[in-house]
């Protein structure tokens, strides 16, 4: 059990050694997380993308096809982008309400990693919460088809 643990020290230490992305260096431990995982396969991959910043949004595909315009679909002014499309953009304010609402009575700041579920200061409960709403969020604004 000693090594067990030390091993998964040694490999998280290396995972995060040159990559500075949010979703490896705020990690306390390796392997999933429950509340990175839905019943639908659909939204934990559509999940998975938005933690690793390799998605289908226009932001992060126009940096490989200089054709793609980077701006968000929706409201056209800014570059699509997770943090933009999630908790920016002016076309979702009112789908967005119910996370806020949440954010704000919880005294969580509305940030990529707190709605990604990537703080690890936050209880189990207060994760899972946050995952259904935002799973809800992507149905209702149908941002889930693309990304
Ligand atoms: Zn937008």
Do not use: G, M, V, Y
């Given at each position: 059990m000693q090594l067990k643990k030390y091993l998964e020290k040694k490999i998280l230490e290396e995972l995060k050694r040159g990559n500075d992305k949010p979703n490896l260096q705020?990690?306390?431990?390796t392997g999933l997380h429950?509340?990175?995982?839905?019943?639908?396969r659909k939204f934990t991959r559509t999940l998975f993308r938005l933690r690793t910043g390799h998605n289908r949004l226009n932001g992060h595909l126009s940096r490989f096809?200089?054709?793609?315009?980077?701006?968000?679909?929706?409201?056209?002014?800014?570059?699509?982008?997770a943090e933009h499309v999630l908790l920016?953009?002016?076309?979702?304010i009112p789908e967005r309400g119910e996370i806020n609402h949440y954010f704000h009575t919880h005294n969580i700041q509305p940030e990529l990693t707190n709605l990604l579920g990537?703080?690890?200061?936050?209880p189990s409960k207060t994760q899972f919460n946050i995952t259904r709403l935002l799973v809800k969020y992507l149905r209702n604004t149908r941002i889930i088809y693309r990304i």
């Open positions: 705020l990690r306390t431990k429950n509340w990175h995982n839905c019943k639908a096809n200089k054709s793609i315009n980077p701006n968000c679909q929706d409201c056209h002014r800014d570059e699509e982008t920016q953009c002016k076309s979702w990537l703080n690890p200061s936050f």
